[in-house]
């Protein structure tokens, strides 16, 4: 069921219970499920629910009459999920965002845990006695099981299976019992939940998170997080994931929140089909919209009921076109039209009935503008003034990101005065493709001292290269892309083989390749903590709060306002130090691959671990020592130190906002103007790009099948 083919339940509905009651047999289970997610709702849930219940409890005993009736098992599949998804509903920290209280979520757990119950067991009574036919509670849970293992899996994506949601669904599923399916999911899904590090950092306030994935959201969100971020190559592998995204399944026991298929959208665009090629970038863009409508759908109640301070979805602008002001924010104004659109539509099932002075439509959508050219600074400012958030992405270095900071801070002042609401906007560092790219910078250089003493070159390379098992190298002719390739793959540096060939060739850091690899793997948390010091320090932070009030003519809310929304993200993260050593109360989202969830919540179960040593771990001091060395290495140095400083012209700034000690901080970090020659940047460019355009000839090759 999709947004074109379902019946106008908001014209149908007659008060919130039964208007979950529609959604709920039309299939929109999750919807339903999200409608008690607002905070007029506090007070009256158990009573809600209640009459829920009692309307649903009718129409499950009518489907038990015809049992084996495929309407009247979707009838009793959707009563389960619907109750299993508020259950799960108020688990999570989203029922603290909205402000249900302990008492009122005990009470209406429990009636739905003896709903559930006896609805189960009937169920199976009346199986039992015809030994034929499928139970709906055993296929509900299948299918809530099935959903988790999806997210990076092998059969998708094809990356290293670990994330952190499969992982949850594998012990909730060793803890299920066949007397009562439906009651222990319930009891593993909470355990799973509440013992989660990142459920105890959201509940403790030691930070924010957000998920650098399209699937199994829902569950993120109960885990307490409040952003999504995207981009060419994740909106692909959406589809990897989940091939339902193409065409959809109409089998479906459930419809995810009115979303649709990309072979619906097309249909309503006709003129798409008649010549795909020359309209692959407006095919590119309803793809992306199909794969991140769900994403912003599922984090809507949040963003709704938190005035678009969380639940933001970051959607990052066509790449090929990142240079360009005029065409970027042609671009992002013709997605967030499209959003608003299906948002207008959207908010009248999940808002019904509550304040009609709560604005409809306006999605909960921000830009990632890539900071790979100065157009960076202006895109990111006049949308920003527009009232659309921005989440500067393709940035490495502080120097980029205290312009961009500014760039938001000049454009957020400009809305504001307005009187437009702001929302949350992030400001991305990417340490691991920093990290990675002095890395393999460093790798390079050692190479190419060692081969200067090494007689047969191409003979050294392909023994390294055999020893580090990379085979391609082998049939590479050329030795500098040789180079190249073995450097790409030498994460970590301190590999034996590696020390091997260096030592061989009388490379003295050799011998402290340890110490250089121990190093580079501290340098993006450096940036992200040098970052949060400029400006949110609270020694900082007070005086840029006077700054942005007097600069543009503020009230003293005005300016608080200005500076609350924005965020450092720290993202594309290697290993759990990247996020455990850089938390923070305030201004600070953390975006996490799956896999690398998992691996910060094994960290977390380490028997050292201890969570209260993490409170504000970003305000802890940077060892200037290790800051010293990566300055003075005769390889990387002039790299970091461009990484690290920021420019004349920021210094000037930091001194126009009275920033205490500004010229700490160095002159010689990245200018606006060589932003795009950074090896981060040209790196990271080509791969979204290269995704982007891979996506688009995807998205033209599967409206060619349908023609």
């Not at 007397?179 to 403790?204: H, M, P, R, T, V």
């Not at 050219?373 to 920003?384: G, P, Q, R, V, Y």
Request: hydrophobic share 35%; proline share 3%.
């Amino acid at each position: 069921m999709n947004m074109s083919q379902t019946l106008k339940i908001y014209e149908q509905s007659t008060d919130h219970s039964n208007h979950i009651f529609l959604l709920t047999l039309n299939g929109l289970t999750r919807l339903a499920a999200d409608h008690i997610l607002h905070k007029e709702m506090v007070g009256n849930l158990e009573a809600t629910i209640g009459n829920v219940i009692r309307a649903l409890n009718i129409e499950f005993q009518k489907s038990l009459i015809d049992f084996d009736k495929k309407e009247n098992f979707l009838i009793r599949a959707r009563a389960y999920d619907l109750l299993i998804q508020i259950a799960l509903n108020l688990y999570g920290l989203e029922s603290k965002i909205i402000g249900f209280s302990k008492r009122e979520k005990e009470k209406t757990l429990k009636i739905i845990e003896n709903t559930l119950k006896d609805w189960e067991y009937t169920e199976k009574e009346i199986l039992k006695n015809k030994n034929e036919g499928k139970i709906a509670s055993k296929f509900v849970i299948e299918e809530n099981l099935s959903e988790m293992k999806k997210v990076m899996s092998p059969s998708g994506y094809f990356r290293a299976p670990g994330s952190m949601i499969s992982y949850m669904a594998e012990n909730i599923e060793k803890g299920l019992k066949e007397d009562s399916i439906l009651l222990s999911f319930l009891s593993e899904a909470k355990k799973q939940i509440e013992k989660n590090i990142y459920y105890k950092l959201g509940e403790k306030g030691f930070c924010k998170f957000g998920n650098d994935y399209a699937l199994g959201l829902r569950w993120m969100r109960h885990l307490g997080f409040v952003q999504v971020s995207t981009n060419p190559s994740l909106a692909a592998i959406a589809y990897l994931d989940d091939p339902s995204l193409w065409e959809g399944y109409e089998e479906k026991f459930y419809s995810e929140n009115l979303c649709r298929s990309f072979k619906k959208i097309i249909e309503e665009h006709p003129e798409l089909l008649e010549n795909p090629e020359k309209h692959g970038d407006e095919l590119a863009a309803y793809g992306t919209e199909v794969s991140i409508w769900p994403n912003l759908a599922i984090f809507r109640p949040i963003a709704i009921n938190s005035n678009m301070f969380l639940g933001m979805v970051s959607l990052q602008l066509n790449p090929t076109i990142a240079d360009s002001y005029e065409q970027s924010i042609k671009n992002a104004l013709k997605i967030y039209s499209d959003a608003q659109e299906f948002f207008k539509e959207y908010d009248k099932y999940l808002l019904w009935g509550y304040s009609q002075n709560i604005e409809r439509g306006r999605p909960n959508i921000v830009f990632k503008v890539a900071g790979s050219s100065l157009a960076a600074i202006n895109i990111t400012s006049h949308l920003e003034s527009l009232g659309i958030g921005t989440n500067n992405t393709v940035t490495f270095t502080v120097s980029q990101e205290v312009e961009l900071i500014l760039a938001k801070i000049e454009g957020r002042a400009k809305a504001i005065k307005k009187g437009i609401l702001l929302t949350t906007v992030y400001e991305t560092n990417m340490g691991g493709r920093f990290e990675d790219f002095i890395r393999e910078y460093k790798a390079e250089k050692l190479i190419r001292k060692a081969l200067e003493r090494i007689n047969n070159k191409e003979q050294a390379l392909n023994d390294l290269a055999e020893k580090l098992g990379i085979k391609e190298v082998k049939n590479i002719k050329s030795i500098e892309e040789k180079i190249i390739k073995i450097s790409s793959h030498l994460r970590p540096l301190d590999t034996q083989p590696f020390i091997d060939f260096l030592y061989k060739a009388g490379v003295s850091d050799a011998k402290r390749l340890t110490e250089i690899e121990k190093d580079i793997s501290q340098a993006s948390i450096c940036i992200t903590k040098r970052v949060y010091e400029i400006f949110f320090h609270p020694k900082n932070r007070l005086k840029w709060l006077k700054y942005i009030q007097s600069k543009y003519g503020l009230t003293k809310e005005q300016a608080y306002e200005v500076l609350k929304g924005i965020h450092v993200l720290p993202a594309s993260k290697r290993k759990p130090a990247e996020t455990l050593e850089t938390l923070a109360n305030d201004y600070m989202v953390h975006t996490e691959f799956p896999n690398h969830q998992k691996n910060v919540l094994m960290e977390s179960m380490k028997p050292n671990f201890k969570i209260e040593k993490l409170k504000n771990s970003v305000m802890k001091p940077i060892d200037q020592e290790l800051i010293s060395r990566l300055i003075k290495d005769e390889d990387i140095g002039e790299v970091f130190r461009s990484s690290w400083e920021l420019t004349p012209n920021l210094i000037k700034k930091l001194k126009e906002a009275k920033i205490l000690n500004a010229e700490k901080y160095g002159t010689k970090g990245l200018t606006p103007e060589k932003w795009a020659e950074f090896g981060s940047t040209i790196r990271t460019m080509n791969e979204f790009s290269n995704s982007y355009e891979k996506f688009k000839k995807e998205c033209i090759e599967h409206i060619k099948k349908m023609v």
